[in-house]
């Protein structure tokens, strides 16, 4: 007796109705499950190794993520013995020098960037300025409101300032100093909202 092969593509359909009838869904080989994840936005699990490993002093650095501010660790060096005014003006500096510092590879893949231009400097009080007022060399107002955020938000929360989390700031002109403040409407929205400020008097 001469036993007939049933052509492959004749057998899959019956197989199929088997599988249905035991209740076991059938599927399409192979399979495809998606992209693999990827790191999650604005989140790091923990710093680079080279931050760790630079001396200096610790601060934080505000970055831009989304639409919000976030804080990221850094270090500064700052000469030992600098009076107190100096030592302000070089730490603040080292916090601008940080903000223009493109983010790390991390960083960059987790989303984030900076508005803070290269170029910025910073320097102490003029005479009949408050003592504790940072100059800077662009005039606050003619930074974009994502940069200011930074600049207020990161000096604010470091030796630049009395750490009640606001900072005085001027511009290379005449113009009077003005204490701004980092509020939580500006973490969170630094497009929209740019840091209050208000007028101080010399010191």
Request: glycine share 10%.
């Amino acid at each position: 007796m001469t036993v007939r092969r049933l052509p492959a593509l004749a057998v899959l359909p019956v197989l199929a109705g088997l599988l249905a009838g035991c209740g076991i869904r059938s599927t399409q080989v192979p399979t495809d499950y998606g992209p693999a994840p990827s790191r999650v936005r604005c989140s790091l699990a923990e710093p680079d190794a080279s931050e760790r490993a630079e001396p200096g002093l610790a601060v934080r650095v505000f970055l831009l993520c989304g639409s919000s501010l976030v804080g990221v660790d850094r270090t500064v060096r700052v000469p030992d013995g600098a009076a107190d005014s100096a030592r302000r003006a070089l730490v603040a500096q080292g916090l601008l020098d940080q903000l223009v510092a493109s983010p790390s590879a991390v960083e960059k893949e987790a989303g984030y960037t900076t508005d803070v231009r290269v170029g910025i400097t910073v320097k102490g009080p003029r005479p009949g300025d408050p003592e504790d007022t940072l100059r800077l060399g662009t005039s606050p107002g003619d930074l974009t409101s994502y940069a200011l955020a930074q600049v207020v938000c990161t000096f604010s929360d470091s030796a630049a300032a009395d750490g009640d989390g606001s900072v005085i700031l001027a511009g290379p002109d005449d113009r009077a100093p003005r204490r701004y403040t980092c509020t939580d409407e500006v973490r969170a929205r630094p497009g929209s909202n740019e840091p209050p400020s208000r007028a101080v008097t010399g010191g």
